[in-house]
């Protein structure tokens, strides 16, 4: 068998394809719609917004590109760019392949804070405004405790830090549930559509509030990549090899699970990119997590807007649940890329 | 001045001792190699000098320093580690692996330097591991996987060496070639060498010094030959052990009770 690591040409191959499956991403977020509108039209506005030649677009096209697709098309690509990094990463510093961004307890505690948010029990509560504010302290409660039980102390370590994720996500869910149960049918309706996550609601403003936590985060994330590989021989090892090992594992855990915080606060709760997204990446460009890490961004980016782009054209004018698109694609093509690594490699 | 300097250790695992109130002062240059049966506490004592194991009580310097109280990174600087088991990441290069021992010198935000890159080649040349450079490690052979694990080690450029069960699993050939090649290391670069070995011919003949631990205390310390022909090593291993001189060399012979007459 050739199982050697991929060579520095097949990584380049595919960075430029990645890159090349973003922008053809961007294209088709903007002028993939209900409303037709052409590309050429849409290329020279945005050229007519940077001064060079005049507008191409009606006021109604103008509206229709710039406040509603421009603002789900940005806030897809960081929540794709976010939940894909912040996979990789955990999978990284955990040693797991299972692991994705919701393993400490994000996608429990922002789904409580939500369910709180849009329950609303007491009554007086704005839904719309305070979902994402409680999703979002819900989510880093949840992370903050499972630290606190699993990654503290001497003994502490990657499984007693998954382990404290699995028992503060079960009492989570178990209370969010408690809520749904007390709560409307509509209100479990809502519940369940925020739970499945989707782009339907992204403006200006939600992706100016996720923005610096995205920016940030990745960043963190993409240059943690060199300290993954050198974890890749366990903690005690790394240790003896100059890793601050606890320390590395705090950072990245923080930066990971702020930025997963943010983009469910907007978005929901969005699955499977996060676990797949690495994966795919891993298969094509190896282990390293130099590699995988800037890769993910970028592919994860482009996938989540194709995701959205079939999210809200296929079953036109109503919406799938993007949740079950990115599943729906995203497990086949995994399954090719497998299939093909494995052939390339027999 | 003795360049590992173990003062009174004692480390526990909850209420359970594993290595009580050891002292012991290694020369610069000296290959010292802990023996004594399971359970005796060597990969405790070993791993706590190579500060990847915290100290109960007592303390492990290097040059002076105090271990506890040095950074990860100033330690990788000082001693590396051989482990019993090493971890061997699917996917990663020969060189890759070997390149992870310079993580203490260009640090987790810039890439390899120069120099770093030139101690990788000069051990791969070493080690005789060229030819695998760009090999995924997996793919090597039990005795190639050893050399590239002390590849690593030795790519820390450190002044002590910490190896625990370095031979197990490998034949006798890659046994002895293992051991030869860091015997030639310690001539060359004067580097300190803390082992264990279960083997105890091989302890004997490579290693200038034995600590003979049992129950995590220290019985004999003393030169390779005096200590394999003591009469504390047998009863320590309850069992006899024979030494018969061959062509110069002790080889230690376990005597199986049912063979006695």
């Known amino acids: 068998m050739n199982s050697n690591p991929p060579t520095a040409r097949r990584v380049a191959l595919v960075s430029a394809l990645t890159v090349v499956a973003l922008a053809a991403a961007v294209v088709c977020g903007l002028a993939i719609g209900p409303t037709s509108i052409g590309t050429s039209q849409i290329i020279g506005d945005v050229l007519s917004h940077a001064g060079l030649g005049h507008r191409t677009l009606s006021p109604l096209q103008s509206t229709i590109i710039w406040q509603l697709r421009a603002p789900r098309l940005v806030l897809g690509l960081l929540a794709g760019a976010m939940l894909a990094v912040a996979g990789g990463t955990y999978q990284g510093v955990f040693r797991n392949p299972l692991a994705d961004p919701y393993l400490l307890g994000v996608a429990a505690g922002a789904g409580l804070g939500a369910t709180f948010a849009i329950v609303d029990i007491g009554g007086g509560i704005n839904t719309p405004t305070w979902t994402p504010l409680l999703a979002f302290a819900g989510a880093m409660v949840a992370v903050a405790f499972t630290w606190g039980i699993g990654g503290r102390g001497l003994h502490s370590n990657a499984s007693t830090l998954i382990l404290a994720g699995v028992a503060v996500s079960a009492l989570l869910t178990s209370m969010q549930t408690f809520l749904q149960q007390q709560s409307s049918a509509n209100s479990i309706a809502r519940v369940y559509i925020w739970l499945l996550g989707s782009l339907a609601s992204a403006s200006w403003r939600s992706v100016w509030l996720v923005f610096p936590y995205v920016i940030v985060c990745t960043a963190i994330c993409v240059v943690s990549g060199r300290a993954l590989d050198v974890m890749s021989v366990g903690e005690d090892e790394s240790r003896s090899l100059g890793l601050p090992v606890r320390r590395v594992r705090f950072i990245v855990i923080a930066a990971s699970s702020l930025g997963t915080a943010a983009i469910v606060s907007a978005v929901g709760l969005i699955g499977f990119v996060g676990i797949i997204v690495p994966h795919i990446v891993r298969l094509l460009v190896g282990t390293s997590y130099r590699r995988i890490l800037p890769i993910s961004v970028v592919f994860g980016a482009a996938f989540l807007v194709f995701a959205d782009t079939l999210a809200r054209t296929v079953m036109a004018p109503s919406e799938l649940p993007l949740g079950v698109v990115t599943a729906a694609i995203g497990a086949p093509v995994f399954v090719v890329v497998l299939s093909l690594r494995r052939r390339m490699v027999r | ?261």
């Open chain 2, 1 to 261: 001045m003795s360049t590992v300097e173990i003062q009174d250790l004692t480390v526990r695992a909850g209420s359970k001792v594993l290595v009580s109130g050891v002292s012991l002062d290694i020369e610069p240059g000296t290959w010292c190699t802990v023996v004594g049966p399971n359970g005796a506490g060597k990969t405790t004592l070993v791993e706590t000098v190579a500060g990847i194991r915290r100290a109960s009580s007592g303390s492990v310097s290097i040059s002076g320093q105090c271990l506890s109280t040095m950074s990860e990174r100033s330690r990788a600087r000082m001693v590396a580690l051989v482990p019993q088991h090493p971890e061997v990441p699917a996917g990663m290069t020969v060189k890759d692996y070997v390149s992870l021992g310079r993580t203490a010198y260009h640090g987790l935000l810039r890439a390899p330097s120069a120099r770093d890159r030139a101690v990788v080649d000069s051990v791969l040349e070493r080690l005789s591991l060229q030819e695998f450079a760009e090999r995924d490690v997996i793919t090597l052979s039990g005795g190639e996987r050893q050399r590239m694990v002390l590849g690593r080690a030795l790519a820390q450029s450190t002044m002590v060496i910490v190896l625990d069960e370095p031979i197990t699993g490998l034949d006798l050939r890659h046994q002895i070639e293992l051991l030869d090649l860091l015997k030639s290391e310690v001539a060359q670069c004067g580097l300190t060498v803390v082992a264990t070995l279960h083997d105890l011919t091989l302890a004997g003949q490579f290693a200038d010094r034995l600590v003979l631990l049992d129950r995590g205390e220290v019985i004999l310390d003393g030169p390779a030959r005096e200590v394999i022909r003591s009469a504390e090593l047998a009863h320590c291993y309850g069992m006899g052990l024979r030494v018969v001189d061959v062509d110069g060399s002790d080889v230690v012979v376990p005597v199986r009770s049912g063979l006695r007459h």
